[in-house]
């Protein structure tokens, strides 16, 4: 769990990265839909060489992308094995132990964590090129016109970045943890299952009581800083709008109908 990358911001110089955060949200609204909206194996190529480039215009490392997807790859390899058993289309390719492995379900799968890859690169791009404080005023703003129904869009924004800032911490705090139950004797990579699921219960319980002890912190710390829900409250870093903020919008627009035209091939 070491060098977790989910959810934490580089600061490096690249245009990605000076966008305005709003644009940039809006604009991995409109990659998810068109990553959604691709149903063949060129479309997914498509969009894997589009991200590829996002990714080499953000001065990102690809090392950088697969250390975001460690903690979805149990996630993913049990997908995977699921759907080729569950999945009966096609021609049978191999029998194994009385279960069949479908030639769809080989491609379904794929096709399905193809996109899952995808979703995770997108993410991982908008979190890793913009600030917690830039992401939160853009949540705030893009949400802003639901304050005429009464929706506390401030607090949502905060609650958002709050959490998208303490996943690497909750990493490192279990790791730590691991750490001290494997001094204390409890091997959690080898032994029987029932040990196994025993190691991780007793990870449980010290995992709550941290996370509870950080958030009462953090909750001194902002109730020390005058911050109160409800209130209005001004900003010292104002958001603008450039030109090439349009420009990415227009081309995210582009791919999403170039997904299109290619699902139509």
């Known amino acids: 769990m070491n060098n977790i990358a989910l959810g934490r911001y580089v600061p ?4 990605i990265h000076k966008m305005d955060p709003r644009f940039k949200m809006v604009a991995m609204i409109i990659l998810m839909i068109a990553i959604f909206n691709v149903n063949n194996a060129a479309g997914s190529i498509f969009m894997f060489v589009i991200l590829g480039a996002a990714i080499l215009a953000s001065k990102l490392t690809f090392k950088f992308i697969l250390k975001s997807m ?12 699921l759907n080729m058993f569950a999945i009966r289309e096609g021609y049978v390719l191999v029998s194994i132990f009385g279960w069949n492995i479908y030639s769809g379900a080989i491609f379904s799968t794929l096709f399905i964590v193809s996109r899952l890859i995808q979703m995770i ?9 913009t600030q917690p404080l830039e992401l939160t005023l853009g ?12 929706v506390p869009a401030h ?3 905060m609650m958002i970045s709050i959490v998208l800032r303490y996943i690497p911490t909750l990493i490192e705090d279990t790791q730590r943890i691991m750490n001290a139950q494997a001094s204390r004797g409890v091997d959690l990579d080898e032994g029987s299952l029932k040990e196994k699921i025993t190691g991780i219960v007793s990870m449980i319980s010290p995992l709550f009581m941290m996370s509870y002890m950080r958030a009462e912190d953090l909750a001194d710390a902002m109730e020390a800083r005058g911050y109160y ?6 900003r010292y870093k104002q958001l603008e709008v450039k030109p090439s903020d349009w420009m990415f919008i227009v081309l995210s627009i582009a791919i999403l109908i170039a997904t299109i035209m290619i699902g139509r091939i």
């Open 121 to 129: 690169m997108v993410t991982t791009l908008l979190t890793a090129t």
């Open 229 to 234: 829900p409800g209130k209005t409250r001004t």
């Open 70 to 81: 460690k903690p979805m790859m149990f996630m993913l390899i049990f997908l995977f094995i």
């Open 139 to 150: 949540i705030e703003d893009l949400l802003s016109p639901l304050r005429r129904i009464k």
């Open 155 to 157: 607090e949502i924004a």
């Open 12 to 15: 490096l110089d690249s245009k």
